[in-house]
T-cell receptor, first 115, second 114 residues
Framework: NAGVMQNPRHLVRRRGQEARLRCSPMKGHSHVYWYRQLPEEGLKFMVY????????ESGMPKERFSAEFPKEGPSILRIQQVVRGDSAAYFC?????????????FGPGTRLTVL | QQQVKQSPQSLIVQKGGISIINCAYE??????FPWYQQFPGKGPALLIAIRPDVSEKKEGRFTISFNKSAKQFSLHIMDSQPGDSATYFCAAFAGGTSYGKLTFGQGTILTVHP
């Protein structure tokens, strides 16, 4: 019974490059959330998606960041033209149903380093 | 109003002692309060959670105490063990307009000495 999977686990990019982070939710889960954790800080909500829909993107920067959760395949968090301040751990979480979006299960995270 | 304030930032406890971590919130719309445990290099793992209709919830050595009027809740780890050494995050969730969003505290780094 696999948990939430994220890849890559570590990603190094130079300033100006693009970063693509992938998240496969737990089997049977149709709700995906992305959070960002800066060094020595708590997790900050970025975006909440259901299949093919963005439900809440209030925590996501307006520029350079985008997210999708297609009908088939993993959820993708895309960061264009990365800057050093984007260096952080990005966590994906999933929940099974509309009635239980409070119970979120987290993946191991992708640690992004921008040189 | 969306903040959750957590203290202390770090905590050192001897093996067998009690670890206590406190959180406070402002938003009265919060209706679910989970605690997460995170080991270095890993994702947060759900430890225990409480809803505001109860004042205490206990699971093994872990207890959440909830004070609705004071808008505070705390995690107590009884008989703390070196394996409990990790970062602990409190969080809060509001249904309605904040649907789907967990608001996290800043985290507490717990070290349990053998």
């Amino acid at each position: 019974n696999a948990g939430v999977m994220q890849n890559p686990r570590h990603l190094v990019r130079r300033r100006g490059q693009e970063a693509r982070l992938r998240c496969s939710p737990m089997k049977g889960h149709s709700h995906v959330y992305w959070y960002r954790q800066l060094p020595e800080e708590g997790l900050k909500f970025m975006v909440y998606l259901q299949k093919e829909n963005i439900i809440d993107e209030s925590g996501m920067p307006k520029e350079r960041f985008s997210a999708e959760f297609p009908k088939e395949g993993p959820s993708i968090l895309r960061i264009q033209q990365v800057v050093r301040g984007d260096s952080a751990a990005y966590f994906c979480a999933s929940s099974p149903s509309l009635a239980s979006t409070d119970t979120q299960y987290f993946g191991p995270g992708t640690r992004l380093t921008v040189l | 109003q969306q903040q959750v304030k957590q203290s202390p930032q770090s905590l050192i406890v001897q093996k067998g002692g009690i670890s206590i971590i406190n959180c406070a919130y402002e938003n009265t719309a919060f209706d679910y309060f989970p605690w997460y445990q995170q080991f270095p290099g890993k994702g947060p793992a759900l430890l225990i959670a409480i809803r505001p209709d109860v004042s205490e919830k206990k699971e093994g050595r872990f207890t959440i105490s909830f004070n609705k009027s004071a808008k505070q809740f705390s995690l107590h780890i009884m008989d703390s063990q070196p394996g409990d050494s990790a970062t602990y995050f409190c969080a809060a969730f509001a249904g309605g307009t904040s649907y789907g969003k967990l608001t996290f505290g800043q985290g507490t780094i717990l070290t349990v000495h053998p």
